[in-house]
């Protein structure tokens, strides 16, 4: 914890309390507690991810300068075209936890407009780096197995993004007056599955273990078993435009794809040994 800072214990972000005790004498507020890597209900989702949002955001209007939210790209859902997500692309978030997000959005939006609190939404794909959890973790564990994966002949690009990386752009957004409204972060790189793969075999010192299944036999397969958006997520494309950001915050990605991928493994290697 860095020098000054206080450390306030909140168990549950959703329960009843006085919300004024988090933001007193706080210029910046970065909201980063949701309900995300686990089985949840939509009333969950909807409890935590936005009931919760909205309380902490009203207590910060008024007397807070900044909101700093962490959304998610999958406000936008499937991008059905070929051109790379931006924040202008229209919000259709395919499942729970996307529409939580958005509706969380919309709703801090209303705080801000009659509050006069600025607002910033960052909306990232997927996070990677130590405690990382979901699909990611799964791929870890399979490649570490030197289990076969059915991935060589996905043609895909999927955009990421390091924890350092995030963590420097939500500081950015703190701080950077012209931080306002909605923005993307990623790493330098999009890749395709099977270079995932392979690059996470090299940190790993795992064999990359690569099968030619054709793609449309896998989403088949995923219907099947009932793990459609994982199958999606394995194959379909996400890259994002970080255009923004780079223009108006001057925001680049300090660490590269395979330097997060490197500590990530470390990390992993420090857990399941």
Excluded at 3 to 15: F, K, M, S, Y
Excluded at 128 to 136: I, Q, S, T, W
Excluded at 164 to 176: I, P
Aim: aromatic residues 6%.
């Amino acid at each position: 914890m860095a020098t000054g800072a206080q450390e306030v214990l909140v168990p549950d972000i959703a329960a009843e309390f006085d919300r004024r005790t988090l933001v007193g004498d706080v210029d910046a507020v970065v909201h980063l507690a949701a309900v995300a890597h686990r089985a949840a209900s939509d009333s969950e989702l909807h409890r935590v991810n936005v009931d919760a949002t909205i309380r902490l955001a009203e207590a910060a209007a008024g007397t807070v300068r900044r909101f700093v939210f962490l959304s998610s790209v999958k406000v936008h859902g499937e991008n059905s075209g070929n051109e790379a997500y931006n924040e202008a692309l229209a919000l259709r978030p395919e499942d729970s936890y996307g529409r939580s997000k958005l509706e969380a959005e919309r709703a801090l939006a209303d705080v801000a407009g009659r509050s006069g609190m600025e607002l910033v939404l960052v909306r990232p794909p997927l996070v990677y780096g130590p405690g990382v959890r979901g699909n990611f973790l799964r791929l870890l564990r399979w490649v570490d197995a030197r289990l076969p994966l059915p991935f060589a002949s996905v043609r895909n690009r999927r955009s990421l993004i390091y924890l350092d990386n995030l963590v420097d752009a939500v500081v950015c957004c703190t701080e950077h007056a012209a931080a306002r409204g909605a923005f993307l972060f990623g790493d330098e790189e999009s890749v395709s599955t099977p270079e995932l793969v392979s690059r996470l075999a090299r940190v790993l010192d795992r064999p990359a273990r690569l099968l030619p299944v054709p793609p449309a036999l896998l989403r088949l397969a995923g219907t099947i078993v009932g793990r459609r958006g994982d199958i999606q997520r394995l194959t379909g494309n996400l890259v994002i435009d970080t255009s923004r950001a780079r223009q108006l915050l001057d925001w680049r990605p300090r660490y590269t794809l395979d330097g997060g991928l490197a500590d990530t493994a470390r990390w992993f290697r420090s857990m399941y040994d």
